[in-house]
C-alpha cells in the first residue's frame, strides 16, 4: 500500500500474483483473483479509517508467470 501525506492525494494498493495453472486459465484470470483479494479482504481499510475518499484509492493487481507481467 502506498499511502499519501495529504488526504487529498491518490493512494495505492497493490497486490501481486503468481500465476497458477492449475487455478487459472490465464494470465488475466490471476489479475482479476488479485483484484478480488483486494476487494474481499478490505486491505483499504486503513485508509478508510484514515479519513481517505475511496474515489481517491486506486487498486491494482499485477500478474507473474515467469518474465510475463500482467
Known sequence: ??????????????????????????????????LVQIEEKHYDAQLLAKGMKKEKIRHYGFAFCGKKVL
Do not use: C, G, H, W
Not at 493512494?11 to 488475466?28: I, R
Open 1 to 34: 500500500m502506498l499511502i499519501p501525506r495529504q488526504k487529498n492525494q491518490l493512494a495505492f494498493v497493490l497486490e501481486f500474483k503468481v500465476y497458477d495453472a492449475q487455478e487459472e486459465l490465464k494470465l488475466e484470470d490471476t489479475v482479476q483473483s488479485a
